[in-house]
């Protein structure tokens, strides 16, 4: 894959240098968005399928349509931008490679994986989003998020979907962990949305693979705002509590500002601890109970 990878990008080389002296054609895109993509990038095709057009935009010439995992390289910075599936993102123009030929067209990313981890067997793990949902005065905005996981043929062999609250939350980060002492999982991916202002909350999410299927694990999330309060919670699995087999703790701590009249005094908190602990049991989780 690091051959390829290489190999692609020595390919491309001229056309990189072309599009960074090659006069602005379309409307330029500055919004920031999750996938903060530049020029010179390697990216993957997060959807079934993906339409490469000649133009960036929904009424471009379908030039080719790549399946999930194809690499694709970012030619361009950001352009334009349409809602599909009430995901906004922005067009860049990209190259690919079928068969033996190097490719040039534009994508929407939107149909691109936010990142990807892989492990020991070449096998991928994707991320992105699959849709947006507005709130509906019972549920707040939110995406639809999906992690899929590929073999080293680039077929789908595994899907997880969750929710992810949307808070203004502003960039992410992924990782794929080793099963942690959890009965037979071979590994523990991880993604979390976080925010840098002062409110917005972090979401960790977990799904536990065991070569057939995706599991859900216990979740868990953080969020402050300076000065006044903080709540924070913490996952430790078997390997890092080194206590009950198969059990996972989520260790809960909540602190609010102690008022004072002094302005000058330094920030105290009164803290409150609890503790929650899960049971897994080879084809999910079951809550235990609370402790202080």
Known sequence: ??????????????????CQ?????????DEY???????????????ENAYVRDQPNLDGTVLDSLPAGSMLIILSPAYNGNKI????????????????????GFIWIGLLSLGKQQDA?????????DRFIPSDGNKADRYICSVKLLNAKNALIGKHQFEMPYAGQSYMD???????????????FRIAFSGEACGIPTDYYYAGWNGSNFFALPKRY????????YYEESILFPTEHRKEANVIYKLIEHGEAVETTD????ITYKVSRTEEKFLWTGKGFTKLGDSK
């Open 33 to 47: 968005n999750l996938w903060g993509l530049s020029v010179s990038d390697t990216t993957y095709i997060f959807a």
């Open 85 to 104: 599936k009430g995901v906004y993102a922005p067009w860049h123009q990209v190259a690919y490679k079928i068969g033996n030929d190097i490719k040039k």
């Open 174 to 188: 992924a990782k794929l962990l080793p099963n942690m002492g959890l009965k037979d999982l071979r590994h523990i």
């Open 263 to 266: 302005a000058l005094a330094e």
């Open 121 to 129: 067997q070449g096998n991928v793990y994707l991320y992105g989003f």
């Open 21 to 29: 002296e090659r006069p602005t054609a379309y409307t330029l895109s």
């Open 222 to 229: 953080a969020v402050s705002d300076a000065g006044i309060f």
């Open 1 to 18: 894959m690091r051959y390829c990878i290489i190999h692609l990008f020595l390919l491309l080389l001229p056309y990189l240098a072309y």
